[in-house]
Antibody, heavy 123, light 105 residues
Framework: EVQLVESGGGLVKPGGSLILSCAAS????????MNWVRQAPGKGLEWVSS????????YYADSVKGRFTISRDNAKNSLYLQMNSLRAEDTAVYYC????????????????WGQGTLVTVSS | IQLTQSPSFLSASVGDRVTITCRAS??????LAWYQQKPGKAPKLLIY???TLQSGVPSRFSGSGSGTEFTLTISSLQPEDFATYYC????????FGQGTRLEIK
């Protein structure tokens, strides 16, 4: 059974940093691109970042570019999101999500999602 | 490319047939997916490639369209279908529509 379990969320002051983790199990983690998607309270879904299976390619939403860094450790079946210079508008539930690879390098889909971890940026 | 869903809010009864529309600001071929999200839960992939049902999704869900106009249809609403639905363009950013909240009448 595919499982994705996020951790690392919490309360942080504006300008602060946080690292989110996503532990994957039930599939060959190293074969799949992975993603972070967030959802502000009461709002819709916002894609944040993607990383290819081999870490060769990393993509970021304009809203987080230069502040967030996505990474993965295939030996540990884990995905990470380093978040720096956090702002109030980064407050959201952060989900990690697997890309099944139907579209290869030409698109991204999200077939399995974790339960999410809440990040609150407030003084 | 922007995705616009309509309606943003929909009230319907169990057994109703409902349709949600997603319009793209430019043609995206069939590169569209649909997700269902229940309160406090992660989204669930329902349909990809505009009309391909994800494994395990009930057949009352169907998708159609290509180019700039797409629809998600639920043929006979069940109590567990009341949720928020999002469309997503697969090969452009930002990927998600703003969502359609489906509530019980």
């Amino acid at each position: 059974e595919v499982q994705l379990v996020e951790s690392g969320g919490g309360l942080v002051k504006p300008g602060g940093s946080l690292i989110l983790s996503c532990a994957a199990s039930g599939f060959t983690f190293s074969s799949y691109s992975m993603n972070w998607v967030r959802q502000a309270p009461g709002k819709g879904l916002e894609w944040v970042s993607s990383i290819s299976s081999s870490t060769s390619f990393k993509y970021y939403a304009d809203s987080v570019k230069g502040r967030f860094t996505i990474s993965r450790d295939n030996a540990k079946n884990s995905l990470y999101l380093q978040m720096n210079s956090l702002r109030a508008e980064d407050t959201a539930v952060y989900y990690c999500a697997r890309d099944p690879g139907h579209y290869g390098d030409y698109g991204v889909l999200f077939d399995y999602w974790g339960q999410g971890t809440l990040v609150t940026v407030s003084s | 490319i922007q995705l616009t869903q309509s309606p943003s809010f929909l009230s319907a009864s169990v057994g109703d047939r409902v349709t949600i529309t997603c319009r793209a600001s430019r043609a995206i071929s069939s590169y569209l997916a649909w997700y269902q999200q229940k309160p406090g839960k992660a989204p669930k992939l329902l349909i990809y490639a505009a009309s391909t049902l994800q494994s395990g999704v009930p057949s009352r869900f169907s998708g159609s369209g290509s180019g700039t106009e797409f629809t998600l249809t639920i043929s006979s609403l069940q109590p567990e279908d009341f949720a928020t639905y999002y469309c997503q363009q697969v090969n452009s950013y930002p990927p998600f529509g703003q969502g359609t909240r489906l509530e019980i009448k």
